[in-house]
């Protein structure tokens, strides 16, 4: 687990080089700008007005207790495809050819409470180059203990329940991100198994300084500015939370955590014995994938399958770019994972916890 990891298996690299050749074609044919276009900038209008406006009517004061509240989980929701429909894109380069117009979106991240550097880290080198390998892609490792989602990881006696209570955890992840993961994740000599890079020193002050202005935002000015009581507003932001956590981390886990894919680990050289791309397409799922309404919502993310081989293009082009990916697939012989509903997804999900949780019973 401490050597270097490497993908090899050149015969199969082919499929990446076919696929990402007609890739090309298709642009170049439909004269087509990788990024943005206008129905993208038109959904990044509509949720950016969305969370102004519910951040708006939750600071006027001007609603009862139980608007009050659900108004903080509709800031929740919006926080989430805010963070689907607009800082995913831009943190990895795909909404814009212009990477100042991808650095002025990718801080929006801090403002769901999620520092876009630690992010940069995690997500985009660590996750999407070792994506379910047990001990590297930290991703999958959503409760340490709690929550089983391999083979690879340690058995407890509570795991056997955990088909029960995962679901309700996952509604933790974005409050983990403002409280404690991204302070760890940033001081930790090491991602899984991969050494963290020599942090810039702005981005020291980055850290510190967005955070504190999350909770001025966030904590401060509604204790201050709200005649509320501290247990409303407790209510209130663990509502917000638990919806955005809720949300962000379920998308995650219906594309990497259903039956159908695989948590590859190397040989003891350290050797994959398979290409990236494969690799890609054995550990990843799209679910719902013909639902306009998921489509909108999850930021592409419901196709993952293209999001994984081409994360530098914007997710407003994943429907076309299916097209292409699934047939080449099937041309190479390499399986292309789907689930058509989110009921489907979830209810896969469901049963690989069930699996994994009744495997650590057995144990």
Known sequence: MTKPLKFTNANRSTFF??????????????????????????????????????????????????????????????????????????????????????????????????????????????HHTYTNIPGHDE????????????????????????????????????????????????????????????HPRKEYFNLFAYKALYYVLFIVLPLVLLDITWWQFLLGFLTLHLVEGFVLGLVFQLAHVVEGTSFPSPDETGDMQEAWAEHQ??????????SALASFLCGGLNRQIEHHLFPRICHIHYPALAVIVQQTAHEFG??????????????????????????AAAA
Request: charged letters at 15%.
């Open 139 to 198: 991703d999958i490792e959503v409760a340490p203990g709690l929550i089983r989602l391999s083979e690879e990881e340690p058995v407890r006696p509570w795991q056997r329940f955990q088909h029960l209570y995962a679901f309700p955890l996952y509604g933790l992840a974005s409050l983990s991100w403002v409280v404690r993961k991204d302070y760890i994740k940033f001081f930790k000599s090491k991602i899984g198994q991969h050494p963290t890079p020599r």
């Open 17 to 126: 080089a076919t696929v990402r050749q007609r890739v090309d074609v298709y642009f170049q044919s439909q004269q087509l700008s990788r990024h943005a276009n206008g129905a993208m900038w038109t959904k990044t209008i509509f949720f950016l007005t969305a969370f102004v406006g519910t951040y708006a009517l939750i600071m006027s004061g001007q609603f009862g207790p139980w608007v009050m509240l659900g108004l903080s989980g509709l800031l929740g929701a919006c926080c989430a495809f805010i963070g689907f429909n607009i800082c995913h894109d831009a943190l990895h380069g795909a909404f814009s050819a212009n990477k100042h117009v991808n650095k002025v979106f990718s801080l929006l991240f801090n403002l769901i409470g999620a520092n876009p550097y630690v992010w940069s880290i995690t997500h985009n080198i660590v």
């Open 281 to 290: 397409l054995r550990t990843t799922a799209n679910f719902a994938p013909r």
């Open 334 to 359: 390499l399986p292309y994972l789907e689930n058509r509903s989110f009921l489907t997804a979830l209810r896969s999900h469901y049963r690989m916890l069930h699996q994994f949780g009744q495997a």
